[in-house]
């Protein structure tokens, strides 16, 4: 398959010194977790397609924004100009360093330093990206293209920084930048397999692909992203951060789901490709 899929927001290894520099408990700080999700996805390997996890947690180092989306609120000493400070992510408390989890609970006690913000990125997010970089131009270079699944979990309701803040969330949301991060025949394919396995599904609404999507999806070189977000009151307990018997279905649809999408996808992929490269 020239698919690899990629969970960036599903690690779940604390650092103790983040602990101990954090002023929440360290329930509170997984609430921004996208809990198991390389669980859901773990039969793409059987499939013959790589599924990059990051273990480090999201709250501590977000691969899914721009390498240096920071908050000068949040430092003690200047930043220097290549950092990008004006993003909305930044403005929501959820640049690549967040100030804040998902309930709006400011994360640090004291403020940080650049320089050991900076250790984090050179040494976490670099080889993430590096790794993920790999994996697409190893599957471009053997069918002629690559596909990205970014794969997320979402809560069941819209928190209250959210467009659709109190409502109730469809099963599963596809993001494909309104229809510019990958051929459009990939977003119908997902949408037709998971429809038919039993899910709702919408897209781009409330979300429609973060940086990971934005940035590696060039369909017109053969390069396509595709975010996948998942209501997690299919497969876990929200509040406790605890698998459900549910999990075991979403696995094994979400293998189906990859299988098919794959079987699918192929001609249209190869086809797009070849226009492009006319």
Known sequence: MPFVFS???SGRVYPPEFIAASKLDPLTLRRSEDSFVEEIFQGAASLGAPLL???FP??????????YELDPAMFADPLPPHVNSRSLRVAGGL???ARIVTEQAEIYRQPLTFAEV?????LLYMPFHDTLRDLLQNAYSHFGCAVLVDCHSMPSVGGPMDGDQGTNRPDIVLGDRYGTSCAPELTDTAE??????GYSVMRNNPYAGGFNTEHYGRPARGLHALQIEINRSLYMDEARLRRLRGLKRLR?????FMRELGAA????LLGARGEAAS
């Open 265 to 268: 996808s192929a001609d249209f």
């Open 53 to 55: 996890h990051a273990h």
């Open 118 to 122: 900076d250790r984090r990125i050179r």
């Open 252 to 256: 094994g649809d979400m293998t189906t």
């Open 7 to 9: 969970s960036p927001h």
């Open 95 to 97: 640049g690549t360093v």
């Open 58 to 67: 999201r709250a501590y180092l977000d691969v899914n924004r721009e390498p």
């Open 192 to 197: 037709e397999i998971l429809t038919r396995l």
